[in-house]
Structure formats: structure tokens, C-alpha cells
């Protein structure tokens, strides 16, 4: 059945993440082709997601839904409607396309215990690429045992899932080329790490910038946190950090395992 590959699209390549739910509609219908094309010419299977960024990340922070709602529940439902929205959006985008994504909607079976995601439904996920068809996730509100409301990011979702569906590669596709040892919008200089492994986190929490703008699932130092306890987990697995911006970079990478482009984690 060919490799399995989970696929993001970050918050910050999709969207304006300055600029309250605006999408990049013109970077979405692209990355759809270069998907399109790759399914085409490739043998693997793929499951997708994408990020919020300036849609789901406004609210939750407003309300603080990541922190914990007790009583007022207003900006869980508002939160969780418009990661919604955008997540419609890059369905019917992908759907014009061609490929055959399926959205599953993380908080209608996501459940969580301390902010940490310990419970998602994964027979339907499994059944959906079973069939050849590309499940999209997707970051997005969730209950929680402990503080009552929680905020999951894909990374998270794919965390969870890759332990159940094993996956061989992870690609991660943001606004910049990869990870860099400083912050590049900032510091020219910043240098691309090409290779990260688990063992060089210590090192890279000191280095690594959170996001510049309104992000509250912890920026870059969070998705190479989580990451690289996935690689932890299963060694085999390679994870790629590449830029989504570049034209052809997407559908490249999910070719060509070995192109060298962007930053590799691997144990």
C-alpha cells in the first residue's frame, strides 16, 4: 500500500496570522496541486493537517481556552467554529483539486486531561486511508478532565495518531525553510539546522523562537518539542521541517524522501 506520510500545513503558511481570519487562498490551492501531483505520480498514502493561525488562535486566546474554561463556554463554541471555518475552507480547496480529503473534526471525539490529548477516535481515520481516501485533522478545541477546556494542535493530533497508525515520515510545511538557531524575521544571520535529533533539544530550548505573532500552542520550540518525542518513540520515523512557501517544495519532498531541503529530525 505504499508508505504512509502525514502531511501539515502550517497556521502561518495558510494564513495572514497578523491579520484576523484571512486566509492565503492562493498558498492553499497550491499546495493542493503539488498534493494532487504527488498522489498521481507516487506510491503512498497520506493523511493530512493543517494549522489555525489567524482563525482558531484569536479567539482561543481572547477567552483563554487553552488555559482551562470553568464556567463561561462562549469562547470554547466560538473558538472551535472558526478553526471550523477554515477548515472548510481547505476541504472544498483540496476537494476542487481532486484529492479525495475527508475532514474529521477533532473535538467531537478528542478528549484531554491536563491540556495533554489522551483519547482520539482512530477506526475511522484508519478505515478512510483503508480506502485511498486523505483524512484531514486539523487544530482544535477539546474537552478536558482536569481544567474543562483545552486547545489541540495538529502536532498534537499527529502525536496521538502516529502511535496508532505509524507513520514513516512527518513533514511539516511553515513560512520558513525550516529550523533555524535563532529567529530568521529577526536575525539574518539565524543560521538552518539541516539535522536535529531528540538528544539536541536542551540545546535548541535555549536558541529556538516562539512565534512572533498570536499563536497559543507554543510556536516552533512547541512542534519541535512534541516532535521529538514522537521520534523518541518510534526511531524509525523521520521528521521534516521545510518551508511551504517555496513552489514545488511540497510535492518534492513528499517524492523524494532523501531531497535536501529544509531540516531533518531524526533520532
Known amino acids: 500500500m505504499g508508505e504512509l506520510i502525514f502531511l501539515k500545513l502550517g497556521g502561518s503558511l495558510i494564513t495572514e496570522k497578523s491579520v484576523r481570519e484571512t486566509a492565503r487562498r492562493e498558498v492553499i490551492e497550491r499546495a493542493a496541486r503539488e498534493v494532487k501531483e504527488a498522489l498521481g505520480e507516487g506510491a503512498f498514502r497520506l493523511l493530512l493537517g493543517h494549522g489555525s493561525g489567524s ?3 484569536y479567539p482561543a486566546r481572547k477567552y483563554g481556552v487553552h488555559k482551562g474554561l470553568k464556567e463561561e463556554w462562549w469562547g470554547f463554541a466560538e473558538t472551535g467554529a472558526v478553526a471550523a471555518r ?85 513533514i511539516l510545511a511553515g513560512e520558513v525553510e525550516g529550523v533555524y538557531a535563532g529567529d530568521p524575521e529577526v536575525d539574518p544571520e539565524a543560521r538552518l539546522l539541516e539535522r536535529i535529533s531528540p538528544a539536541d533539544l536542551p540545546q535548541l530550548e535555549g536558541v529556538l523562537a516562539g512565534s512572533p505573532t498570536v499563536d497559543v500552542t507554543g510556536g516552533m520550540l512547541g512542534k519541535v518539542r512534541i516532535m521529538c518525542r514522537i521520534v523518541e518513540r518510534q526511531p524509525s520515523l523521520e521528521v521534516r521541517f521545510i518551508s511551504g512557501k517555496e513552489e514545488g517544495f511540497i510535492k518534492r519532498v513528499l517524492l523524494h524522501p532523501r531531497a535536501r531541503l529544509g531540516t531533518v529530525l531524526r533520532a
Request: glycine share 10%.
Open 86 to 170: 477554515l477548515n472548510r475552507l481547505v476541504t472544498d480547496i483540496f476537494l476542487g483539486t481532486g484529492v479525495p480529503v475527508i475532514s474529521f473534526q477533532p473535538s467531537a471525539s478528542a478528549r484531554c486531561r491536563g491540556g495533554e490529548l489522551i483519547h482520539l477516535e482512530i477506526e475511522p481515520i484508519g478505515e478512510a486511508l483503508a480506502q485511498g481516501l486523505v483524512p484531514l485533522v486539523y487544530g482544535d478545541v477539546a474537552f478536558d478532565e482536569e481544567q474543562g477546556s483545552a486547545i489541540i494542535s495538529t502536532e498534537e493530533i499527529f502525536a496521538y495518531l502516529s502511535s496508532h497508525l505509524l507513520p514513516q515520515r512527518i
Open 55 to 57: 482563525f482558531g488562535h
